[in-house]
């Protein structure tokens, strides 16, 4: 029996099929609990999740924990 595709499948797809003509998503919908989320209005966790996507879409899952990483230590004005 086939796999039935659910809205949240085809919009993820969608999502996906979006960042491989150049329009990258910061996430696509539906990712959330995916790794960290990029906070609010800062260009770098942008382009971090921006990152992460292509590199799930292409399979280099390394690259996607490296982005997860880097977006978890991300300062934002907290001290370590």
């Known amino acids: 029996m ?7 499948d085809r919009a993820r797809r969608a999502a ?3 960042a491989a ?8 919908p539906g ?6 989320a990029p ?3 800062c260009d770098v966790c942008e382009a971090l999740a921006r990152q992460r996507v292509i590199a799930r879409r292409d399979g ?8 997860d ?3 978890r ?8």
């Open 16 to 18: 996906l099929a979006d």
């Open 31 to 36: 990712a959330a609990g995916n790794g960290p």
């Open 60 to 67: 280099d899952f390394s690259r996607v924990v490296d982005c």
């Open 2 to 8: 086939p796999h039935q595709r659910t809205p949240q």
């Open 69 to 71: 990483v880097e977006l």
């Open 73 to 80: 230590r991300h300062p934002h004005g907290r001290r370590r």
């Open 39 to 41: 906070a609010p209005g």
């Open 21 to 28: 003509v150049g329009g990258v998503p910061a996430e696509p």
